[in-house]
């Protein structure tokens, strides 16, 4: 019997995707369709090679922030965050300098674009255009999506994880994961203290100047990716591509559920493609961080400089399970630091020659500004 699921999942996919063509057109022909959508991601590479990453909605029209006032405002507005339709089978041009190429979206409307850039692309960030072809591509605005190129400049990359790890999400307590995920305005929420400073720290490394890439990893669903997105550019968190999850029916099976081992399939693909590069991961001991990443440094030897683990309160019964991954960590050649905080780990990092040390007294600065910040909040 397991070895019929694949199949009945691919076919439960199918299935869902030809109800909502169908779905789409009755609501059409009954003129309550609303207009379509492309929401573009960032995405990554290399000047050799790199991903364009997109998809394609019905535009649900979510109330601003700003204008939401009640919980029942923000119920309503998460529900449309996540009650997504997505497109299947669209056609996208996308065009960046003097090349175009042409893709097709997935069952759940997915784009997914590997590429190569024009000649002579330099690192840094870059921006290509994203045109709807089909269906009902006309009055479709283009859209720019941004493609972060990491080149010979780089001296690392750094790849982190989001929940609890840069935003107190509540991971380990089922309840309050639900209300931070459905209920909770990011534009309210506050990063860990001094993460903006400590990454982009990490971002400029030992030379001040070197423009490392840093890659957001999350079990957190897609449907959140701009409210994500809002988040850092707010807290001025430095930007990079946010690799989720898709929530729902897939190919794979249905999440959210199975643990959080699709974390490892999107730090494989980042490690895979830039190849070139070693990398630092960051996470936090209330999930299987340390796990996935013990199981990165076994599979990339070589590879990762450390594994910085940020300790959540109520894990420390996970005392010993972290000991054995820091052995197993440390016998592959690589090393786990738990931190309480991200002076601890600005130190580390300065220490071991990731950072410049003038960048440690800027990462105590904004801690003790964040932490105020955050009590101010508590209080009011």
């Given at each position: 019997?397991?070895?019929?699921?694949?199949?009945?999942?691919?076919?439960?996919?199918?299935?869902?995707?030809?109800?909502?063509?169908?779905?789409?057109?009755?609501?059409?022909?009954?003129?309550?369709?609303?207009?379509?959508?492309?929401l573009p991601y960032r995405g990554y590479g290399t000047p050799e090679?790199?991903?364009?990453?997109?998809?394609?909605?019905?535009?649900?029209?979510?109330?601003?922030?700003?204008?939401?006032?009640?919980?029942?405002?923000?119920?309503?507005?998460?529900?449309?965050?996540?009650?997504?339709?997505?497109?299947?089978?669209?056609?996208?041009?996308?065009?960046?300098?003097?090349?175009?190429?042409?893709?097709?979206?997935?069952?759940?409307?997915?784009?997914?674009?590997?590429?190569?850039?024009?000649?002579?692309?330099?690192?840094?960030?870059?921006?290509?255009?994203?045109?709807?072809l089909s269906p009902e591509a006309e009055g479709v605005p283009h859209?720019?999506?941004?493609?972060?190129?990491?080149?010979?400049?780089?001296?690392?990359?750094?790849?982190?994880?989001?929940?609890?790890?840069?935003?107190?999400?509540?991971?380990?307590?089922?309840?309050?994961?639900?209300?931070?995920?459905?209920?909770?305005?990011?534009?309210?929420?506050?990063?860990?203290?001094?993460?903006?400073?400590?990454?982009?720290?990490?971002?400029?490394?030992?030379?001040?100047?070197?423009?490392?890439?840093?890659?957001?990893?999350?079990?957190?669903?897609?449907?959140?990716?701009?409210?994500?997105?809002?988040?850092?550019?707010?807290?001025?968190?430095?930007?990079?591509?946010?690799?989720?999850?898709?929530?729902?029916?897939?190919?794979?099976?249905?999440?959210?559920?199975?643990?959080?081992?699709?974390?490892?399939?999107?730090?494989?693909?980042?490690?895979?493609?830039?190849?070139?590069?070693?990398?630092?991961?960051?996470?936090?001991?209330?999930?299987?961080?340390?796990?996935?990443?013990?199981?990165?440094?076994?599979?990339?030897?070589?590879?990762?400089?450390?594994?910085?683990?940020?300790?959540?309160?109520?894990?420390?019964?996970?005392?010993?399970?972290?000991?054995?991954?820091?052995?197993?960590?440390?016998?592959?050649?690589?090393?786990?630091?738990?931190?309480?905080?991200?002076?601890?780990?600005?130190?580390?990092?300065?220490?071991?020659?990731?950072?410049?040390?003038?960048?440690?007294?800027?990462?105590?600065?904004?801690?003790?500004?964040?932490?105020?910040?955050?009590?101010?909040?508590?209080?009011?």
């Amino acid at each position: 019997m397991p070895d019929l699921y694949p199949l009945l999942f691919r076919f439960a996919v199918k299935a869902d995707a030809h109800y909502d063509v169908l779905s789409r057109r009755v609501r059409k022909g009954l003129g309550i369709a609303p207009p379509l959508r492309i929401l573009p991601y960032r995405g990554y590479g290399t000047p050799e090679r790199v991903v364009i990453k997109a998809r394609v909605l019905e535009e649900r029209k979510v109330t601003p922030q700003r204008q939401r006032h009640t919980l029942w405002s923000s119920a309503v507005a998460s529900y449309k965050r996540y009650m997504t339709r997505e497109i299947a089978s669209a056609h996208v041009a996308v065009r960046w300098g003097d090349k175009r190429w042409e893709g097709v979206t997935d069952e759940e409307g997915f784009l997914e674009l590997w590429v190569p850039p024009p000649d002579g692309v330099r690192s840094g960030w870059h921006m290509v255009e994203l045109e709807l072809l089909s269906p009902e591509a006309e009055g479709v605005p283009h859209v720019t999506a941004p493609v972060r190129v990491a080149g010979t400049s780089a001296e690392l990359g750094v790849i982190s994880d989001i929940d609890d790890t840069v935003i107190a999400t509540g991971v380990t307590d089922p309840l309050k994961r639900a209300w931070a995920l459905f209920l909770t305005e990011h534009r309210v929420r506050l990063p860990f203290p001094g993460v903006d400073a400590f990454y982009a720290a990490l971002q400029a490394g030992a030379s001040g100047t070197a423009d490392n890439p840093i890659f957001y990893v999350s079990s957190s669903p897609w449907n959140l990716y701009e409210h994500l997105d809002e988040f850092l550019s707010i807290h001025r968190i430095p930007i990079g591509p946010l690799l989720l999850r898709d929530w729902g029916l897939s190919r794979d099976g249905f999440a959210p559920g199975g643990g959080h081992g699709h974390k490892l399939d999107k730090i494989r693909g980042v490690l895979e493609t830039l190849a070139h590069l070693p990398f630092v991961l960051i996470g936090d001991s209330g999930q299987e961080d340390a796990e996935h990443y013990r199981t990165i440094v076994r599979e990339y030897p070589g590879r990762i400089r450390c594994v910085y683990i940020r300790n959540v309160p109520g894990s420390s019964k996970r005392g010993e399970e972290m000991q054995a991954i820091a052995k197993d960590i440390r016998d592959a050649g690589s090393e786990l630091v738990v931190v309480d905080d991200t002076v601890a780990a600005a130190r580390h990092a300065a220490r071991a020659g990731w950072i410049r040390w003038e960048e440690v007294p800027e990462v105590e600065a904004h801690r003790r500004e964040d932490a105020a910040r955050s009590a101010l909040g508590e209080r009011g």
